[in-house]
């Protein structure tokens, strides 16, 4: 009680002495002493990144000479002259509308049955759905599970079981990569979304539930729909965001399963495109322009997805 | 009955056909997901004979150390010794893993609890940089470690990858949960704010802290190096793991191997550190 006094009287003289920015600054001194050294990296590796971007996309920088400035050369060529990017864009697409929206649910509602079990049970369960994740290069194996010879783990068990006829060569065909590519990253889909619903449910008040149960909530639909979901809206937001960003970001595990790049760029996406124009032909200006699309795209996606979870949560 | 209860929780209303099929479809599922790391683990104890037979079988019927002593001699002959793999792979990661942690954590302190001219600012700009994965950042990043001089260093992969903003981000919303009073209290004491940080706020975030620990290990460890290092004696073991890869499926029992053995260490680290991540996870909704 004494302390809550001193401290309105405080504001009180705060308020006479009327602080200056520069007061407030000096003021909070040691709060930006300590703020310091992360913001120092956060701004060369990321806030200038994506300011640079955006400048280097205007120019034709290729880490030689020095940047021309060529106004929006590079945006015509991507959208009149660059027929990969079209099918790097429509790859992008695909991973993010089909992987994206089915691991979100996937996450959600693996998320929810977990719940329902013990706490042993739980925790092996959330580390059996995580593991793709967590272990990071194990989708390698995936290389052997979808050999194209008939040693393969999946062509030997359809083989066997006479759904097919002969071996599919399932990473290098055109017409399957980019189903099998779906498949092994929705197999990866389970990640931060995943740990924060898991989390999220856990640490819900169960008197919450006893209460709607009293009050005639019969089943766990209608507690999922009526208790649950209603009450998760900051988890559900979080989730979207990190599952925009990764659906958007496929490329490592296409890198490793089908080459770099892909056979006639059929299962590229922007992001292995971008470092197939900067890293490998250094056309610095033109691979800053597909980033900024790429940014776009992710931007504009979690604008709209954020939005339009608010406002459903909001109802 | 009373077996149910240690398989599920107590709930009020939850009929048995629900919970048998909840049952049915997470062990679905879960095959689904636990079968190719399961594989790997097979087939990392076969002997060739059984990896080149048709059809394929799945478990290792004559398990076999084979694979591993055939990883061990392969890796012998690379002109990179293995241990200097070894160090790469734990030197970074210990870098990375405790500076990320230390920055990141110093720096979500001010912003969970202070508000210093800037904060709302750099709040927003943090929050922003979750919507966009680091890959679109990718090439800029190139060429500024490039001005920096610090291509082909261990600098390229440890400094980019120590400013993950979820990082920040899950710490800062952890740390929103400790309470004004007890920070006053260290002020009132006399603690200046490094003080403060020090022995107030970090031993209340130990789970935030594992967290971070576990999210960002299991991100730098698996991390095979992209093109601003390129000596091969300042990769780790997972640019390892792809030179023995692309040795094709006579050598995918060694491949698995050391795809098991690469896998140990996150694993074992978040099961140790699972209920601590949980805990965490819990502060993370974005309003």
Not at chain 1, 193 to 222: P, T
Not at chain 2, 108 to 134: D, E
Request: charged share 10%.
């Amino acid at each position: 009680m004494q302390l809550k006094k001193q401290k309105t009287k405080d504001k009180g003289a705060s308020a006479i002495k009327e602080y200056s920015l520069a007061y407030r600054i000096w003021k909070y001194r040691e709060s930006y002493q300590l703020i310091f050294p992360f913001m120092l990296l956060f701004f060369l590796f990321t806030v200038l990144p994506v300011l640079s971007s955006i400048t280097l996309s205007f120019t034709d920088f290729n880490m030689l000479s020095m940047p021309n400035f060529v106004g929006f050369d590079n945006y015509e060529r991507l959208l009149l002259d660059d027929d990969i990017f079209l099918i790097v864009f429509k790859n992008t697409l695909v991973f993010a509308f089909i992987t994206g929206p089915i691991s979100y649910i996937l996450s959600f509602l693996f998320a929810w049955l977990i719940n329902e079990l013990g706490r042993v049970l739980r925790a092996f369960l959330t580390l059996i759905f995580y593991l793709p994740v967590l272990s990071g290069s194990v989708f390698f194996i995936w290389s052997l599970l979808l050999s194209s010879d008939a040693y393969g783990m999946i062509n030997g068990i359809l083989l066997d079981f006479g759904i097919i006829k002969e071996p599919v060569a399932w990473l290098l065909d055109q017409n399957t990569l980019l189903f099998s590519l779906i498949v092994v990253q929705l197999w990866m889909a389970l990640g931060t979304g995943f740990l924060a619903f898991v989390a999220g449910l856990q640490s819900m008040d169960q008197s919450m539930f006893e209460a709607a149960a009293i009050d005639g909530v019969s089943n766990r639909w209608q507690e999922l729909f009526y208790v649950t979901l209603p009450s998760m809206s900051h988890q559900l937001l979080f989730s979207a965001v990190m599952q925009i960003s990764a659906s958007f970001g496929v490329g490592t595990v296409i890198i490793a399963l089908a080459g770099f790049p892909t056979t006639q760029y059929s299962a590229d996406t922007v992001v292995t495109y971008i470092l197939d124009v900067g890293t490998t032909r250094f056309e610095m200006g033109y691979a800053s322009t597909l980033a900024v699309v790429l940014f776009g795209m992710m931007f504009l996606t979690n604008f709209i997805i954020t939005n339009l979870l608010r406002r459903f949560s909001a109802e | 009955m009373a077996r149910r209860n240690v398989l599920f929780r107590q709930h009020l209303n939850r009929s048995l056909a629900g919970n048998i099929a909840v049952f049915l479809c997470l062990l679905l599922f879960g095959v689904f997901f636990a079968f190719p790391v399961v594989f790997a683990i097979n087939t990392a104890f076969k002997p060739l004979n059984e990896i080149l037979v048709f059809p394929p079988r799945f478990f290792a019927v004559n398990p076999t150390r084979e694979n591993f002593i055939q990883l061990s001699k392969m890796v012998a002959e690379f002109w990179v010794p293995l241990s200097r793999y070894i160090f790469n792979s734990v030197f970074i990661s210990a870098v990375v893993t405790l500076g990320h942690l230390l920055l990141s954590s110093m720096a979500a302190y001010p912003m969970a609890h202070h508000n210093f001219p800037g904060s709302k600012a750099l709040n927003t700009v943090i929050v922003l940089s979750l919507l966009f994965t680091s890959t679109v950042t990718y090439i800029p990043q190139y060429v500024i470690l490039a001005n920096l001089r610090m291509i082909n260093t261990y600098w390229a992969i440890i400094l980019p990858a120590m400013q993950s903003s979820l990082g920040l981000y899950l710490m800062r919303s952890f740390m929103m949960g400790i309470p004004k009073e007890m920070l006053e209290a260290a002020r009132i004491d006399g603690a200046n704010e490094k003080r403060t940080y020090f022995s107030i706020v970090m031993p209340n975030v130990k789970p935030a802290a594992l967290t971070l620990i576990i999210f960002s290990f299991q991100s730098i460890w698996n991390y095979v190096g992209g093109s601003a290092v390129y000596a091969e004696q300042l990769k780790g073991l997972p640019a390892l793991l792809q030179s023995i890869a692309a040795a094709g499926v006579a050598r995918s029992g060694v491949t698995a191997a050391a795809t098991v053995l690469l896998m140990i260490p996150p694993v074992l680290i978040f099961i140790l550190s699972q209920n601590h991540v949980i805990e965490t996870m819990s502060t993370s909704g974005l309003k």
